[in-house]
């Protein structure tokens, strides 16, 4: 296995390496202009100069775009023309049948690492392929940063549990971390309106709503989901779930096929940040993929807009097809 440094080194590289042919590719298969090029990638119409020239220089265009990104490219600007995305990130996936979990998990962290600086407040939710990222993001010392966990715990001291990621995330940039001292599911509504009310976690929801970045995942509702599988619901739960029209959920946020919370019980003892307050963030960045999270994907889209999404190159396509 490669050191965690030549890790770092291949992932900038092929960040490198990608805003470069999305570049090639937007100017000359798309026929915008080089200032449009800038306006979409979000730099400066002289770094996309040097990025055309140095794609030039590499071979990668002449009458067509050479290189191994070339179709995850396409398929990025895809996504992002259907679903009104400012960026979609694809991770290729080489076998059908495998987890993509480990691969979905890698690109985020170049991105997350990047969006990361002074004075921040960011919104985290957890999940599997999020916990698994946090190898790939690049630490450093930062003045001012919060980070605050957007929906509360597992009791059970679990690997996927939304405390320890949103700790873990914020001791990559010794910031300041604000966790929800209070189950994701409590046991009735009355018991989520006292802890509102009288435990001060309204104070970490209203922190959470003025955060600029959130990064969050959605769970499916499938006996194959991490929700199940870590017996966060139980078989009557879910059934009744999916019998409400439930295809999954956003930070516990139960929704049907067209983002909107189903009227179901559990919908009311979430402690959690709302999807319309989620939505309100200013950069929403999700982070999901596999073959049973088509559905869940695209109902989230339509709940909060996500700005950025990451996900892998199978649900990519099974997201355009549907």
Known sequence: MAPPHAQRARTKSDAGDE???????????????????????????????????????????????????ASLIELQRDLEKRFGLERAIVAPVSDAKADPTAVIAAPPGAHISALMRAGLTIGVGWGRTLHESLPHIEGRNLKDVRVV???????????????????????????????????????????????L???????????????????????????????YKLDHLNESER????????????????????????????????????????????????VSGGSDKTVVIKAAIRAVSPTVLVTDELTARSLLKA
Request: charged share 25%; aromatic share 8%.
């Open 239 to 286: 059934k009744s779930l999916t019998e409400a029209g439930a295809v999954g959920d956003v930070l516990y946020n139960f929704i049907d096929g067209d983002g909107v919370p189903v009227n179901h019980p559990i919908n009311d003892r979430v402690i959690s940040v709302d999807l319309e307050s989620l939505a309100n963030i200013p950069q929403r960045v999700l």
């Open 19 to 69: 805003l470069r042919l999305r570049a090639a590719w937007i100017y000359y298969m798309e026929g915008e202009t080089q200032s449009n090029v800038a306006a979409i990638l979000g730099v400066n119409r002289i770094t996309v100069t040097r990025l055309l020239s140095e794609a030039r220089r590499r071979g990668e265009v002449t009458i067509q775009i050479k290189g191994e990104l």
């Open 197 to 227: 009310d009288q435990c001060g976690l309204e104070h970490v929801f209203k922190m959470a709503q003025t955060a600029e970045i959130a990064v969050f995942g959605t769970g499916g509702i499938s006996e194959g989901s991490t929700t």
């Open 149 to 195: 966990s957007l929906l509360g715990g597992i009791m059970e001291a679990r690997r996927f549990n939304p405390a320890e990621f949103a700790w873990r995330f914020a001791e990559l940039f010794e910031a300041e971390g604000y966790l929800i001292p209070a189950p994701a599911l409590v046991d009735s509504a009355d018991a989520r309106k006292v802890l």
